[in-house]
């Protein structure tokens, strides 16, 4: 469970990232709360909101998991849920920004 809720906590934490940057430059930008989900855009405050959430969340998992003070599998972990959200988020804001419904 220790290994499972890193990577959560890794996840949340580089989900936060683009919406905080999002909100705090008076940016639209999508949420899970948008029409249609993911795809359509969010005001910037609720992208605020949204990312501020991300990372209070990460955070306290952090704080109740422990920060790994070596690099093992526990850091492996953390580090792995971080790249496989940025990953994602990656392409798929890549596509969405892309899309006519982005620019419609």
Known sequence: MHYIALLLTGAL????IPHLASGLR?????????????IGRSSPLLN???????????G??????????????ASLCLLL???AMGGYLSRHFGKVRLSPQWHG
């Open 13 to 16: 934490l580089c989900n936060c």
């Open 60 to 73: 306290l998992l952090l704080a109740h998991q422990g920060m790994p003070a070596a690099i093992g599998p």
């Open 26 to 38: 008076g940016e639209w930008f999508p949420t899970p709360f948008a029409t249609p989900r993911g």
């Open 81 to 83: 849920g971080f790249l």
């Open 48 to 58: 605020f909101i949204w990312g501020a959430a991300n990372g209070v969340a990460g």
